[in-house]
């Protein structure tokens, strides 16, 4: 289905919905009615520099979300979920319509509920509500944790959870310490090639993707509310399997990978010899795979006070693959494994105030290194790049003005210095004409029902 049909195919079923909606077919109180929502969202980015996913240098409209959640309360202690959406942010997501979470829960008590099915994957303290655009001050969550290109692989998971809060009657005794609540998922994500997580592992490991498929993962939740009122802390571990493969691009990274290789494998040889064992290797455009586990550390805390909340997040990801590269020698083909580590670190500060009834106001400072291990560049997966795509760190200040109850408007400013994302979703054609200190501006229409 084109990007077009998919649009016209979601307007039709957000205008049924609205009939719906004003006809109060689908709102009703009792067991037997389904419960109906929606929201639709258009936003506008403009950079002056630097192509931001989307081609936002000539402005860009490529941005917009829409959402039809579905309710029923099948009995007592038992509900059916399910949520269409679509989005579109230049090449990701392309309005293609999508069951993000659809399962049935059972609720046995305030510390257990189970639920199986599609679900949500948390992810830091607002990847739940990230759909929720009512919910937040900002257009675009911080980057250094809410990396936009991961939204759509990450977003949800097949398989089951359980969750729940507070203390069984024997603990009691402990609510004076605040409330503990927890998260067990363990699933599978989806990510096919065309994902934003398989094209940011690809572009990390320079190597156009040909197939990508995951592996079961689990993600654990722990949060904390605490005896200080308005405060939270939350600590979460996850990990998923991932398959990849593709060629190599032909560029330095992979000359500094044949190198190392030629040293695996001929550690007696004089460098002479190894150098002219490197000169008629030929590992550009070859074939390679890549199977392993990502794995993610996130902690967070989260402090609100009548109209002011502050909070902050560090988010540590290690990718860990085993790599088969195929390689020409003296017209040959042969292959050696070699062990893949990349660890990525993200985190941000930010703070928002209610200012009135109808306007709040909010700034962040976020920053994400690519590979932790080169901050300034010069090596590792950025071998190649300039020296500012090792880093980008945003400040941002934004401002949100309530329209009406059911809807919305945000408008806000980045400053950027560093272009570690703006590969992300494709290589660029040259990567001299980028700029290391960039402006963005965002706007955002959001409305619900």
């Known amino acids: 289905m084109s990007k077009t049909q998919n649009r016209q195919t979601m307007k039709k079923i957000l205008i049924l919905v609205i009939i719906l909606f004003y006809t109060e077919a689908g709102f009703a109180t009792d067991h037997d009615a389904i419960d109906i929502h929606g929201f639709i969202t258009q936003g506008y980015l403009k950079t002056d520099h630097n192509d931001f996913i989307a081609e936002t240098e000539d402005g860009s409209f490529e941005f917009n979300e829409m959402g039809l959640n579905f309710n029923k309360r099948l009995s007592d202690g038992l509900d059916f979920s399910l949520q269409f959406f679509a989005y579109d942010f230049g090449g990701l997501g392309n309005d293609r319509i999508a069951i993000n979470h659809a399962g049935v829960s059972y609720y046995v008590n305030q510390q257990f509920t189970f639920r199986a099915g599609k679900s949500k ?7 739940d509500s990230r759909d ?9 969550l911080p980057q250094g944790v809410y990396t936009e290109a991961f939204r759509d692989s990450i977003h949800s998971a097949k398989g089951f959870e359980i969750y729940g809060s507070g203390y069984p009657e024997p603990l009691k005794f402990m609510e004076p310490l605040g409330e503990f609540y927890y998260k067990i998922q363990y699933g599978i994500m989806d990510i096919p090639k065309d994902s934003g997580v398989s094209h940011v592992l690809a572009m990390t490991l320079h190597t156009d993707p040909e197939e990508s498929t995951s592996d079961t993962s689990y993600n ?3 949060g904390w509310e605490t005896p200080v009122p308005g405060l939270r802390l939350q600590g979460q571990y996850s990990e998923y399997g991932v398959f990849l493969s593709g060629k190599t691009f032909d560029d330095e990274f992979w000359d500094e990978i044949k190198i190392q290789a030629i040293d695996q494998l001929y550690p007696d040889l004089s460098q002479d010899l190894k150098n002219a064992i490197s000169s008629a290797v030929i590992i550009g455009d070859m074939p390679v795979s890549y199977s392993g586990d990502v794995s993610m550390y996130i902690i967070g805390a989260e402090f609100t006070w009548r109209g002011l909340t502050l909070a902050a997040e560090q988010v540590f990801f290690n990718m860990k693959y085993k790599t088969r590269i195929k390689y020409k020698a003296a017209g040959e083909d042969s292959v050696f494994d070699y062990t893949f580590e990349n660890p990525t670190l ?3 500060y930010m703070g928002s105030y209610q200012i009135s009834d109808w306007l709040k106001i909010g700034g962040y400072y976020t920053v994400y290194y690519p590979d932790k291990d080169n901050k300034k560049g010069g090596g590792g997966t950025n ?4 020296d500012y795509f090792a880093w980008q760190k945003d400040s941002c200040i934004a401002a949100r003005f309530d329209l009406s109850p059911n809807s919305i408007f945000k408008i806000e400013g980045h400053y950027i210095d560093g272009g570690a994302q703006l590969d992300y979703v494709k290589p660029l054609d040259d990567y001299s004409k980028t700029h290391r200190y960039w402006y963005l501006f965002a706007a955002k229409l959001s409305y619900n029902f």
């Open 121 to 127: 994957v948390s992810y830091g303290l607002y990847g």
């Open 346 to 348: 993200g985190y941000y």
């Open 383 to 386: 071998l190649g790049n300039p």
């Open 132 to 140: 929720m655009d009512m919910l937040r001050t900002f257009v675009l």
């Open 220 to 222: 654990l939740v722990l």
